[in-house]
């Protein structure tokens, strides 16, 4: 079935360092794919996204990669900061359905070292 | 702040019984979606709601229902709760049922004993 799931799940990075999280997914029909943080106690939050058509797309301190040959998502994160520390998770959707439903990895825990 | 609320933030209930989870969506948006967040996992769908009407439902048993009105919030209704029901429960609203960015609430915290 489908699947999205990530290959680390923890991650420990010195404050300062850049953070790589991957997400692998298994739906080659996928084509738009989010990337959301979930602090403690919250709902996920929206950080950035990308569609099948692109391979890069950077925002403030946040970078996702694209790589649709080997199914692959990543998201980087410059300059690490103490508030970066959550859970991050990557999703996707096949759109063109009927329905726009998110099907989410099980997360990667970032925690970042003062 | 995505502009989606959820109530109520906690609730208890016991096995057997019925609950009402609700989710007002953000401004201009008219497609809610509801998800099942166990803990340490990431959320799972459990159905959609597109001016009104169910438009799409995951793998979830028919006990699982909702509703959305005219100014596109929503209910979750579960029917003869179980154990295994015990998790977050998140809704999101998105402006369109296409592939666009689904925005989040924080959540109601379900805890069947």
């Known amino acids: 079935g489908e699947s999205v799931g990530l290959h680390l799940p923890t991650l420990s990075v010195q404050e300062g360092d850049n953070s790589i999280i991957n997400c692998a997914y298994s739906n080659s029909a996928s084509d738009y794919f989010i990337w959301y943080k979930q602090e403690s106690g919250k709902g996920p939050q929206f950080i950035i996204d990308i569609r099948s058509n692109m391979d890069k797309r950077q925002g403030q301190r946040v970078t996702v990669l694209l790589n649709k040959t080997v199914k692959h998502l990543s998201l980087q994160i410059a300059a690490t900061q103490p508030g970066d520390s959550a859970v991050y998770f990557c999703a996707e959707i096949k759109s063109g359905g009927a329905t726009n439903k998110l099907i989410f990895g099980t997360g990667t825990l970032l925690a970042v070292q003062p | 702040e995505t502009g989606v609320t959820q109530s109520p933030t906690h609730l208890i209930k016991t096995r057997g019984q019925q609950v009402t989870l609700r989710c007002s969506s953000q401004?201009?948006?008219?497609?809610v979606s509801w998800y099942q967040q166990a803990l340490g996992q990431g959320p799972q769908f459990i159905f959609q709601?597109?001016?009104?009407?169910?438009?799409g439902r995951g793998n979830f048993p028919p006990r699982f229902s909702g509703l959305q009105f005219p100014n596109y919030s929503s209910e979750l209704n579960v029917n003869a709760l179980e154990l295994d029901d015990s998790a977050l429960y998140l809704c999101?609203?998105?402006?369109?049922?296409?592939?666009?960015?689904?925005?989040f609430g924080p959540g109601t915290r379900l805890t069947v004993l």
């Open positions: 999101a609203s998105t402006p369109g049922s296409g592939a666009d960015t689904q925005y």
């Open positions: 401004s201009g948006h008219n497609t």
């Open positions: 709601y597109y001016r009104e009407e169910e438009n």
